[in-house]
């Protein structure tokens, strides 16, 4: 199989007119995102889950077995007993850590291909990503098929090795061009990203990390919190047969049409996640207030938003804390009325681990740990 030679960006026959009402209700759907993230006093506290679970589903299509409980356990320093797992952690970890890095990094610099490597880079820092050249664009022909099949018997086969770097430089200035519709411009960006599958691994990954980058930089987000992984991994099949199908007779603006139905759907799930959140945080407040007539109330409440898994102890260690009886004492009153749950009990001198199971629940989108109130509903949430 000879590697595909792919079109020079912008590519030719993309149908704007037949596009146009998706357009159209793709930035409206869109636009209803951005107007939450303005009215979201404490992005960073609220959106925090969304990122983790973000960064769980993409790293899921790759194979990794983690779920959003895993990272939070690990990170209240509960690591699972299996070493894959621990190595599934890890990557997905990085994945977060990637993100994380991208919205610092475009603050300072618009986008090029260096930010590129560099996430890359992030994203690979682990024993799996040893051999697989990271941070650097691929100098040998890759190909994509099942595994350790032999070239001839490939999916698809990226371009060679040899022109790579031009057709970067060429995707990279189209990312930077005005073209006549943004998110149109993206399909385009996301869909040639996976045909130069510029990097020996992780393309797939880095394709859906530079999504909400580029509608950052382009300010049709205020951040860059949005997120396709559920939509891809939902319509994986039609995902790949459009991808594969690229260059052909139309293919481009099916592609485009498929694309535009993603951000339409994958707008409308985040910003019910982030309002049933916000919902969330809302009653949680008042009712943590009620509860304990606090001054510490609303910085432990913003730190069980930011880790919804968590040791007793954790919280001694953040600035403008009570006593540690004191922290206990407000601990098990949100215990006792049901906000808080136990994931491990404490022993000797070692500190319980608590979840602020209801939280963790709604970004999941189903029950996985116990609480008393019903699972992620945006007409629940937005009645509580
Ligand atoms: N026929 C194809 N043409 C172009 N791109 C493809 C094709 N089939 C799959 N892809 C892309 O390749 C990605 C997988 O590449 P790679 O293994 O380098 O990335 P990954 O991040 O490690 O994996 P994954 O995407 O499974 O998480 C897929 O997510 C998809 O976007
Ligand atoms: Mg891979």
Avoid at 8 to 31: F, K, M, S, Y
Avoid at 114 to 125: A, E, G, R, W, Y
Avoid at 219 to 227: A, E, G
Wanted: charged share 25%; proline share 6%; hydrophobic share 40%.
């Amino acid at each position: 199989m000879e590697p595909f030679e792919p079109e020079l960006l912008p590519p030719q026959g993309v149908n704007l007119i037949a596009l146009l009402p998706l357009i159209g209700v793709a930035n409206r759907a869109i636009a209803t995102l951005d107007g939450l993230f303005y009215g979201i006093p404490n992005p960073n506290v609220l959106l925090s889950p969304i990122t983790t679970q973000e960064a769980v589903l993409s790293s899921r299509i790759e194979g990794t077995q983690a779920d959003l409980e895993d990272i939070l356990k690990f990170e209240a320093g509960e690591p699972p007993k299996e070493q894959s797992r621990r190595e599934d952690i890890h990557e997905v970890m990085n994945y977060r850590n990637a993100l994380r890095l991208s919205e610092k990094m475009l603050e300072d610099k618009p986008f090029c291909l260096n930010t590129l490597l560099k996430l890359h880079s992030v994203l690979m820092d682990s024993v799996r990503g040893h051999n697989k050249a990271r941070g650097q664009f691929r100098t040998i022909q890759n190909w994509i098929g099942k595994s350790d099949c032999p070239i001839e018997e490939a999916a698809f086969v990226p371009p060679s090795p040899i022109y790579l770097q031009e057709h970067m430089n060429r995707w990279e200035a189209y990312w930077h061009s005005e073209a006549p519709d943004a998110l149109v411009q993206l399909s385009v960006l996301h869909a040639q990203f996976e045909i130069l599958h510029p990097f020996n691994d992780g393309n797939g990954r880095l394709g859906r990390m530079i999504i909400p980058l580029f509608l950052f930089e382009k300010k049709i987000l205020n951040r860059p919190s949005f997120y396709m992984s559920a939509f891809f991994d939902a319509r994986r099949d039609e995902y790949i047969t459009l991808l594969r199908a690229l260059g052909a007779p139309g293919s481009w603006t099916r592609w485009s049409r498929f694309f535009l139905e993603g951000i339409t759907v994958q707008a409308e799930e985040n910003t019910k996640k982030a309002r049933a959140i916000q919902d969330l945080y809302e009653r949680l407040k008042k009712q943590v207030l009620d509860l304990t007539h606090s001054q510490y109330a609303v910085p432990l409440l913003d730190f069980m938003f930011e880790r919804p898994i968590f040791r007793s102890s954790d919280i001694s260690h953040l600035e403008h804390m009570p006593s540690t009886p004191m922290i206990a004492t407000l601990l098990g009153k949100l215990k006792r009325n049901g906000i808080l749950h136990t994931v491990r009990e404490g022993a000797g001198s070692r500190a319980q681990v608590l979840a602020l199971a209801e939280l963790i629940n709604l970004c999941e989108g189903k029950n996985v740990l116990g609480t008393k109130s019903a699972t992620f509903n945006s007409q629940n949430t937005s009645s509580l």
